[in-house]
């Protein structure tokens, strides 16, 4: 077969892998601006014009009135919207260092790939061994590898994540996180990830009620996730998605290994599914009555609002993707600047 | 509005799936003449199609169409000796999978086959992870560069080239053990 008949094979793939693919996106920086964003936005609300435009729109929420904010990043930070289209070159091997090398790591049968950030050296625990890194250089089409010495993230159980230090900066400690496991329960997840000392949340999307624009809300606290959707800690662990409507997502954080802004989506049909702390997806049966009672907490105690976004990154709004709220980061997103032209 | 006949419809479809449909057709063609042409093609295809064709996405099923515009259009320019960007590191790429044998007489018994190979790599798909799998269809449906990828995935190209070289490997792998002749 040659392969311009493969490539015209994969040109039927099912149309949801294909949607799936051009639905799957890492927002990369909103790390830095969009809080920024948010507060700045704050300035330019349109009361008025939000009132009229949601109670014209909004006749079926559930929920009080909701409030319109428009996001833009030059309200907030001075940026040019057209910055945010970006030309990549891929820098040649002898340009990078180690840590753009080398973006995977094996240690004990384990594959761990790289989460881009430091780990600060309170927070790196025992040696735990010695494993290889790997990486490719496309140019001279050839993979390296490289030994290192892998050591323990303190609170973070191994199977989940690890760091190391490359031999020419020993004093830099690098997360790498498992692509692979899969918790047996909730509560193994819990614990594997000492979420109760590292989880922290931020936004709230409403899904549902995607008709009355982007419905957000914001300042709901961890301890409703803990109190509501947490309580069972017994459900077993599924890794395949679910197929019920998606209700609403919540930003998820685990910011000493890494994990930015990823979801914790709950379905109609009573799924809670996270891709924390990677993109493996695992789902748990928490049942439709905690599932409303969520969602029902929120809409009554906490403020909605509509966020109309004035530009677009990537084709993309920005949810769920959005930033640590707390400000407890204990990991350091490294930025690439080498790669930018 | 297609199922109604509604000349409006293709309208409304360049309105909201223009741009999308746009971009899948640069990836391939790597010019906006070319683009454009593509997708205003594509909405004729769509509109000759539906019906009988009810899409279940139909998003994705306007950009299958482009996507097949698109590399019709670069298949005649290739041979011309045309065209750039990332059709042919991609289609270099799945050498690795494929070996190369001379293509069949598209036949009954051919478009089955066709159908079971599809098959396998989807199940190959669904059991990746999510991230793995996103990789492979921006690559090789989308044909997005590694560098591309990398900024969608916030992870390095490096990893990017990495993880394709080892799907590719992978698939390679088994395809063969399924006995299909690459």
């Known amino acids: 077969?040659?392969?311009?008949?493969?490539?015209?094979?994969?040109?039927?793939?099912?149309?949801?892998?294909?949607?799936?693919?051009?639905?799957?996106?890492?927002?990369?920086?909103?790390?830095?601006?969009?809080?920024?964003?948010?507060?700045?936005?704050?300035?330019?609300?349109?009361?008025?014009?939000?009132?009229?435009?949601?109670?014209?729109?909004?006749?079926?929420?559930?929920?009080?009135?909701?409030?319109?904010?428009?996001?833009?990043?030059?309200?907030?930070?001075?940026?040019?919207?057209?910055?945010?289209?970006?030309?990549?070159?891929?820098?040649?091997?002898?340009?990078?260092?180690?840590?753009?090398?080398?973006?995977?790591?094996?240690?004990?049968?384990?594959?761990y790939t790289t989460k881009l950030i430091l780990v600060h050296t309170?927070?790196?625990?025992?040696?735990?061994?010695?494993?290889?890194?790997?990486?490719?250089?496309?140019?001279?089409?050839?993979?390296?590898?490289?030994?290192?010495?892998?050591y323990a993230i303190r609170g973070i159980a191994p199977k989940i994540g690890v760091c190391i230090a490359f031999p020419d900066a020993p004093d830099r400690y690098f997360g790498y996180v498992s692509q692979t496991f899969v918790p047996k329960d909730l509560q193994e997840f819990i614990d594997t990830m000492s979420l109760h000392e590292t989880l922290t949340t931020g936004l709230v999307y409403m899904h549902e009620r995607a008709a009355e624009g982007q419905v957000v809300y914001e300042d709901v606290p961890t301890s409703l996730v803990w109190d509501i959707l947490f309580a069972d800690t017994s459900v077993t662990c599924e890794t395949k998605l679910p197929e019920?409507?998606?209700?609403?997502?919540?930003?998820?954080?685990?910011?000493?290994?890494g994990v930015h802004n990823l979801a914790i989506t709950l379905t109609e049909d009573g799924w809670l599914w996270t891709n924390v702390p990677d993109y493996v997806p695992k789902a748990f049966y928490i049942g439709q009555e905690c599932v409303q009672?969520?969602?029902?907490?929120?809409?009554?105690?906490?403020?909605?609002?509509?966020?109309?976004?004035?530009?677009?990154?990537d084709g993309k709004t920005g949810a769920p993707e959005v930033a640590p709220e707390d400000g407890t980061v204990t990991g350091e997103t490294v930025i690439w600047h080498s790669q930018v032209e | 509005m297609y199922w109604d006949r509604d000349e409006k419809a293709i309208e409304a479809t360049a309105e909201?799936?223009?741009?999308?449909?746009?971009?899948?057709?640069?990836?391939?063609?790597?010019?906006?003449?070319?683009?454009?042409?593509?997708?205003?093609?594509?909405?004729?295809?769509?509109?000759?199609?539906?019906?009988?064709?009810?899409?279940?996405?139909?998003?994705?099923?306007?950009?299958?169409?482009?996507r097949n515009l698109a590399f019709n259009l670069y298949k005649h320019y290739h041979a011309e000796k045309r065209g750039s960007g990332e059709i042919p590191l991609v289609l270099d790429e799945l050498s690795e999978v494929v070996g190369g044998s001379a293509a069949g007489v598209e036949s009954p018994e051919a478009a089955y086959e066709r159908r079971e190979l599809l098959g396998q790599i989807e199940a190959f798909l669904r059991e990746l992870p999510q991230e793995k799998r996103v990789m492979f269809l921006r690559r090789y449906w989308y044909a997005d560069s590694v560098a591309q990828i990398a900024k969608r995935?916030?992870?390095?190209?490096?990893?990017?080239?990495?993880?394709?070289?080892?799907l590719r490997k992978a698939l390679h792998e088994r395809l063969s053990e399924r006995g299909y002749d690459l």
């Open chain 2, 16 to 66: 909201k799936y223009g741009a999308y449909c746009h971009s899948v057709a640069y990836q391939i063609v790597n010019d906006d003449e070319d683009a454009a042409e593509c997708v205003n093609d594509t909405y004729l295809k769509a509109w000759d199609s539906m019906p009988p064709h009810r899409p279940k996405i139909l998003r994705t099923f306007l950009a299958k169409i482009t």
């Open chain 1, 122 to 150: 309170e927070n790196v625990g025992v040696k735990l061994g010695d494993g290889r890194v790997s990486g490719a250089d496309q140019y001279a089409e050839q993979t390296h590898e490289l030994p290192v010495a892998i």
């Open chain 1, 1 to 111: 077969m040659k392969n311009e008949e493969f490539y015209e094979i994969l040109g039927d793939l099912d149309a949801e892998l294909v949607e799936e693919a051009e639905k799957t996106f890492v927002t990369k920086k909103s790390v830095k601006w969009l809080p920024i964003a948010v507060g700045a936005a704050a300035a330019v609300l349109l009361f008025v014009g939000g009132f009229f435009l949601f109670k014209h729109l909004g006749g079926s929420q559930s929920g009080p009135t909701l409030i319109v904010k428009h996001i833009s990043p030059q309200d907030a930070d001075g940026r040019n919207a057209s910055q945010q289209t970006e030309i990549y070159r891929v820098p040649h091997w002898e340009e990078m260092e180690d840590t753009q090398r080398y973006s995977v790591v094996e240690y004990n049968g384990t594959e």
């Open chain 1, 244 to 257: 019920g409507k998606k209700l609403l997502s919540i930003s998820t954080n685990v910011n000493v290994i």
């Open chain 2, 153 to 166: 995935l916030r992870t390095t190209p490096n990893r990017v080239s990495v993880t394709l070289a080892r």
């Open chain 1, 293 to 313: 009672r969520f969602r029902q907490e929120v809409e009554k105690n906490y403020q909605g609002y509509c966020y109309i976004y004035d530009f677009v990154e």
